[in-house]
């Protein structure tokens, strides 16, 4: 009797149905401007390529909005996701799907390499569902496709651990090369990669073959003293962490010139939180979001399967040791994790191949109509997760704040300067493809309006209805700045009433 492909580690179809598959859904509203989810670090990001397509400042410049009436210059993570955008608006202008572009490209090619690590670290059919679970998952699709450095960062990660697994085989210094790279450019994209990514690299050094029963610690400690006493070991982690710690140390100094920065460091960053570390809600939440955004429900029961067939293969070390990462990543910034939910993205590189493996366990002791009824239902998950919480936040978002938007772009001067009324949030500013301030709409004073005014600022916009871009306005505060916005006879209010553009010479102090 011919096996089972499940059981003889024969994919089922070619790598291009997952590939496929998973650009498919990336490419979902690829022309909306930079609203929904996340959108403010969208926006940030967005307006780095427009500076440096416009103004051709150098990659170490990088510039945002919300810098008043100065130049814009910031304390960021190294830009190359906003510079390469900046190269392709170059050939074609600012054309923002143009950077959602580059993330599904990532992605795609990220599925790939997910692919073949699901293959080396466990069997080619393992891989193939690797892939189909990464393609499919809910915040892997959103994220796959947002004009941020996500998808470049998974990208950068799951290249560095395909490189040095080759490098390992086969001792090709190309290999060892594109490892280094995808290290340090995640690294440089963001410093926490450092940890989560750094363990499993260790770990493809110290591990039996990925496929092999794990040695007993004799062996691996043998094997930790050789890797201590190379020098390629040193070469590989002192010029990656150097390189990372001199960009951010230009980044400091340039945060310290400007007095901007994304408040990387210090008191003000705010990302980690006792409280929350001991409050079971917290855990439970993030819980919830990894069961349902990340792994589509149906997922999880084949990630813990994975995990009980692995846990003493060298693969399964592999990517149990990523997972241990993430989780120490999550402990050390708790309070950001629980806020922005790109922080467990990097879980799908080492949950899929488990997942994988899973589902390649369980298939074959199943009649045909049990895989395609899971496969169905975990397709619709996606596809309604994918719906309700993101697509239809940014078709939402964009009947809101769109209309403002072009109103600035189409009748106010590139120079003109504006005072958005949406808190912290950048991306009114990025819509209007403005610079200027950003304040809350409890913190208008005469005397604010003056300083602005004095420092060229020309309008004040916003909506009644939201406070940032996401958050429903106060009832009080709303009829405030309705009446702010009756008092301006040059005021422009939108059809239904939902935002405003006033110039700031309408508004006098006693206002």
Known sequence: MRPHPALSGTPPKGIWWPIGLGTLLRLFQIWMPVLGVHSWRQADTAAMARHFSQNNTPIWLPQIDWGGASAGFVESEFPIYPFLVSRMYALTGVQEWLGRGLSVLCSGLTIWLVIRLGRRWFNPNAGWWAGLAFAVAPLGVYFGRTFQAEALLLLCAAAA????????????????????????????????????????LLMVQLTAAPRERAEPWPTLLNRSIRLLSSAWFWLYIGTSLATVAAWYWHAHNLGQSSGLSFGFWGAGADRSSASLLLDANSWINLLLRVVVRLLAVVGAPFLLLGLHKSWRTGGGQIAISGMVGLLLCTIATMRSSTIHEYYQLPLLLFSSPLIGLGWQCWQPTRPRWQPRLVLSLGLA?????????????EQRQSRAWMPLARTIRNELPETARIVSVTSTDPTLLNLARRQGWLISSK???????????????????????????????????????????GSSPNAWIDQRRQAYLIPIDDLHPQH
């Open 161 to 200: 651990l395909e490189s040095l697994s080759l490098w390992r085989e086969r001792r090709s210094r190309w290999a060892l090369a594109l490892s280094w790279i995808g290290l340090t450019t995640a690294g440089l994209i963001k410093v926490i990669p450092l940890l989560w990514l750094g363990l499993p």
């Open 443 to 485: 913190q208008l004073t005469p005397e604010r309006l003056q300083r602005w005014q004095a420092a060229g600022a020309t309008h004040l916009a916003g909506s009644f209805v939201w406070d940032k871009t996401y958050r429903p306005m106060p009832d009080q505060r709303e009829q405030r700045l309705r009446t702010l916005a």
């Open 381 to 393: 998950i996606s596809i309604t997760v994918l719906s309700v919480d993101y697509w239809a936040v």
